[in-house]
T-cell receptor, first 114, second 117 residues
Framework: AQSVAQPEDQVNVAEGNPLTVKCTYS??????LFWYVQYPNRGLQFLLK??????LVKGSYGFEAEFNKSQTSFHLKKPSALVSDSALYFC????????????FGSGTRLQVQP | DARVTQTPRHKVTEMGQEVTMRCQPI?????VFWYRQTMMQGLELLAY????????DSGMPKDRFSAEMPDATLATLKIQPSEPRDSAVYFC???????????????FGPGTRLTVT
């Protein structure tokens, strides 16, 4: 079985401050990890993924995520938040993305205040 | 800029009516997914196809839902009969799966917002 936990329903941060959106996962074998963002009335958009290699993954719009195998975490980060980053963020995992669909977390709403 | 398209974008129907949602995946993608999103349940996988063959539809209520891919450019999700609890946003996503390294990304359509009264 595979699962994802996003422990925070909402994260509030002031514009210009660093942000972190948390994600922990459970999977048998090596994890393939993804972050997606959803803006209002839109579908999900791919942000970044971890397959193998460097634990720090860089993605779109200045976002990055750090894979931590010992803590089974894949937190999303950005050094300086923008108001336009306000959206719903989903973490997803699969043990075998070619053969098994992604399991998505419940989502975390990021609110960046001006 | 290749995109997944979905029609209709909005659908309001009465309980008991048949609803058909359509999806055009990105050309060349070999995997198509159907998801349902609600406030209570979040994002749920309903079914997915690889090379037009259903791989997993365990998330779909079989008695009223059906999903098909009549050809590589069209995926359909049908609800018959519809019920108020089916009200949700239904997303289609497509991706190109490369089994040699297992990596892929899903590209989501804009969704169909279904309201069943």
């Amino acid at each position: 079985a595979q699962s994802v936990a996003q422990p925070e329903d909402q994260v509030n941060v002031a514009e210009g401050n660093p942000l972190t959106v948390k994600c922990t996962y459970s999977v048998s074998g090596n994890p393939y990890l993804f972050w997606y963002v959803q803006y209002p009335n839109r579908g999900l958009q791919f942000l970044l993924k971890y397959i193998t290699g460097d634990n720090l993954v860089k993605g779109s719009y200045g976002f990055e995520a750090e894979f931590n195998k010992s803590q089974t975490s894949f937190h999303l980060k950005k050094p300086s938040a923008l108001v336009s980053d306000s959206a719903l963020y989903f973490c997803a995992v699969s043990s075998r993305p070619g053969r098994r669909a992604l399991t998505f977390g419940s989502g975390t709403r990021l609110q960046v205040q001006p | 800029d290749a995109r997944v398209t979905q029609t209709p974008r909005h659908k309001v129907t009465e309980m008991g009516q048949e609803v058909t949602m359509r999806c055009q995946p990105i050309l060349g993608h070999n995997t198509v997914f159907w998801y349902r999103q609600t406030m209570m349940q979040g994002l749920e996988l309903l079914a997915y196809f690889r090379n037009r063959a259903p791989l997993d539809d365990s998330g779909m209520p079989k008695d009223r839902f059906s999903a098909e891919m009549p050809d590589a450019t069209l995926a359909t999700l049908k609800i018959q009969p519809s019920e108020p609890r089916d009200s949700a946003v239904y997303f289609c996503a497509s991706g190109l799966v490369v089994l040699s390294d297992g990596s892929y990304e899903q590209y989501f359509g804009p969704g169909t917002r279904l309201t069943v009264t």
